[in-house]
Nanobody
Framework: VQLQASGGGLVQTGGSLELSCAAS????????MGWFRQAPGKERDFVGF????????YYSDSVKGRFTISRDNANNTVILQMNSLKPEDTAVYYC???????????????WGQGTQVTVSS
């Protein structure tokens, strides 16, 4: 599975941004897909994912209620809509597929390249 992320950029506090991730490869549409992020000097954090059918989403507490993940299986694309952005949302955002959980830690089998999101105060 190959993942290609796009979107991101610079936005002011309270603003919105949309990231998209196009998946290709065998069985791409059968995997749950979503996002991680990594702020400067910090570890990579789980953001959220959506299951293969689009019927179930799961978010970290830090973005719940502000971020929404959706998917278009006809185009093998996942969208991360980010609203009410805060400076602490500044990070490199990574698209990922085939999420797995080990205790309280999330990981993924497939990764896309990162895209920068910067929220100015």
């Amino acid at each position: 599975v190959q993942l290609q992320a796009s979107g991101g950029g610079l936005v002011q506090t309270g603003g919105s941004l949309e990231l998209s991730c196009a998946a290709s490869g065998r069985f791409a549409s059968t995997y749950n897909m979503g996002w991680f992020r990594q702020a400067p000097g910090k570890e990579r954090d789980f953001v959220g994912f959506i299951n293969w059918s689009g019927g179930t989403t799961y978010y970290s507490d830090s973005v719940k209620g502000r971020f929404t993940i959706s998917r278009d299986n006809a185009n093998n694309t996942v969208i991360l809509q980010m609203n009410s952005l805060k400076p602490e949302d500044t990070a490199v955002y990574y698209c990922a597929a085939h999420f797995r959980r080990n205790g309280r830690t999330w990981s993924a089998q497939y990764w896309g390249q990162g895209t920068q999101v910067t929220v100015s105060s």
